[in-house]
């Protein structure tokens, strides 16, 4: 695919930006964060709600003949799109409220299949000494999923392993996670591509890895492989059965959809179990209780079909637009100065994410950004924007030094960031530098 950009005719603003700010335009460079809903989107949410609000689980008749109930169609219809998109079969997708609710639903269905499947068989190797599943998950998780590991070895319910990214490469290799399989191993979960560097893990090395290890085990060990998408899913074009994962969480907004979520589960109740966290209602094939939400469920179904068609152009878009930003980044402010957390040579990163350390004038990456006047961006995951005096554990993990971590923007392109956008942002960024430098000089002459 060639460039979709014409760089060498594009004329950029030249306005200054308290000029451009009386246009009331912004510069959004979040998208890790969160996505606009797509018009697409929109319109099928809004005709959802407007003619297909009934309750999905009702059964209705007419002239004594059960009639179609469209609301209940609709929902089976956004599971076929959901499973188009990551090359799966609709059975083996439930619907969720979001990423959080997905990634504790799968975690603790590990915990509980162990105790139900496995321990009874492995209790005469242990001389029935009481004995825990045992998780083996990265240092580079999202906090709904470390929080939930973190949480099960406060209590006693399970044993974890956390396994320390590559420093010079942030990902996670295959042989450092199967070091540290035991018998007890009931899962391992590895992120698909982080959030805040980009940086894509090589999560079907890693199946590869302990589906080896299960073969040398015969029947005696089952390991269950998840991965959370949520980054990865709208920018990479990204197959189940290629990753050979038993569980992945889909969330929407991050690729242009609502704010709900999803589990695949291989195989669901055969190779893959899952159970539910509420009691109260037979929905989602009693996975998940509750009446769903018909709008948002048929707008993730759409989303998911936009990016199944689009997926190639959407990837190809980004990936230039990033370029574009980086190769503006160090002009501004001198190859020497920034340094790009995420971007390796021969390690895969997202195509729209941008870390960047600002090293001139040694100013932290949330100083600067509180100067910006058009940027809306962040120094990492919205979860913890409100933490400020703390440096990035992730880019700390991933090997960059501290000083360098302190002073990083994340900056993340999306489908409509233009080349003028970029533009602006750049300029935007230099005189937040400039603006923050000269309050630090002043304040050392006070």
Partial sequence: MGSVLNIAAFDPDSRDVDDIIQDGKIIYLDYNASTPHAPQVIDVISHTLKKKWFNPSSIYFSDNKEIVNTSHEVIEDAREQVADMIGSSPKDIVFTSGGTEANNMILQTAVKYFNEHCFPDMSEIYNDKPILPHFITSNLEHDSVKEVLEHFVKTNTAEVTFVGASRQTGCIQPEDIIKKIRPNTIMVSVMA????????????????????????????????????????????????????????????????????????????????????????????????????????????????????????????????????????????????????????????????????????????????????????????????????????????????????AKSSIRLSVGRETSLNDIAIAVEDLKQAVSLAKSKDAAADTD
């Fill in 193 to 404: 591509a982080n959030n805040i560097t980009g940086i894509i893990q090589p999560i079907a090395k890693i199946c590869e890895s302990v589906r080896a290890v299960e073969r040398e085990h015969g029947e005696t060990q089952r390991i269950l492989v998840h991965t959370d998408a949520a980054q990865i899913l709208g920018k990479v074009e990204t197959s189940v059965k290629e990753m050979d994962v038993d569980y992945m969480t889909i969330v929407g907004h991050k690729f242009y959809g609502p704010r709900i979520g999803a589990v695949f589960a291989r195989d669901l109740g055969t190779q893959a179990h899952l159970y539910s966290l509420l009691k109260g209602g037979c929905q989602e094939h009693g996975y998940r209780p509750g009446t769903e939400n018909t709008a948002m469920i048929v707008g993730l179904g759409m989303a998911c079909t936009l990016v199944k068609h689009n997926i190639a152009e959407y990837e190809h878009y980004m990936e230039e637009i990033r370029n574009y930003l980086e190769e503006k980044l160090e002009e501004a402010f001198g190859a020497d100065n920034v340094k790009f957390n995420g971007r390796i040579p021969g390690v895969p990163r997202l195509p729209n994410t941008c870390n960047v350390s600002i090293l001139d004038g040694h100013l932290e990456g949330r100083k600067i950004l509180s100067h910006v006047k058009l940027i809306k961006a962040s120094v990492g995951a919205a979860c913890h924007s409100s933490d400020k005096n703390s440096v990035n554990s992730v880019l700390l993990a991933s090997g960059i030094p501290e000083d360098v």
